[in-house]
């Protein structure tokens, strides 16, 4: 069952639309599908809404801290609500995964993500929930820095929005603790990938 769901990104408009944020606009997806304002909260370091689903306190969050301290607003609430790593889920940005296409794991290394890094840190355990959503490889690792800090284009922004809406689906599952269930709905919605060009037959002379 997960009790906390957060999203990571930067604060400040200059960051709001780059590709580091994508888990803060799932978070703001799930806001609104929930009906739910987020509200700045100092003690968590965060935007923080709270609700009860199916007699279950659920709680959303955005750090604000920027992304390498990430850590320090999820084990805040997470320690003081007594949230257990399994119970909670992290929305992020994922190099290795296409816009588009959206993954969810339970466990495993960082992979060089600072947010996770600073969850993994903070927590004592890598044993939380994390939704990849893919916003691609710019296919040079020193570029890497600059490609999550700038917006996507036009097309991979809304391959990644449609990604977004799709992974909402699993929200019934995940709440009731179906987790199986939830990946499964995360990863059957995934569009078909373009199949590449047959090559032309060759011509008979």
């Known amino acids: 069952m ?15 639309d780059t590709r580091h944020n994508a888990g803060f606009w799932w978070i703001d997806a799930l806001a609104r ?8 909260d100092k003690g968590y370091h965060a935007q923080v809404a709270r609700t009860s689903l199916h007699g279950q306190t659920v709680w959303l969050l955005k750090p604000q801290t920027f992304m390498n301290l990430s850590g320090k607003s999820v084990a805040a609430l997470a320690r003081f609500f007594k949230i257990q790593p399994q119970e909670i889920l992290v929305a992020h940005d ?7 296409q959206v993954k969810l794991k339970r466990g495993g290394s960082h992979a060089g993500h600072n947010g996770l890094r600073d969850i993994h840190a903070q927590l004592g355990s890598p044993d939380y929930w ?8 710019p296919g040079v690792k020193s570029e ?10 036009p097309e991979h922004r809304a391959a990644i929005d449609d990604c977004i809406a799709r992974a909402l689906k699993a929200l019934p599952a995940l709440i009731a603790g179906e ?9 059957t919605s995934q569009p078909p990938r373009p199949k590449p060009p047959r090559p032309a037959a060759p011509s008979i002379p």
């Open 179 to 187: 987790m199986d269930k939830a990946t499964l709905l995360v990863h």
């Open 130 to 137: 994390r939704l990849r959503l893919g916003v691609g490889h």
């Open 2 to 16: 997960i009790k906390l769901f957060v999203g990571l990104g930067n604060p400040g408009p200059e960051y709001e």
């Open 94 to 100: 994922e190099l290795d995964i296409v816009p588009g």
């Open 144 to 153: 890497v820095v600059n490609w999550v800090l700038k917006k996507p284009s």
């Open 33 to 40: 599908e929930l009906k739910l304002s987020l509200v700045p």
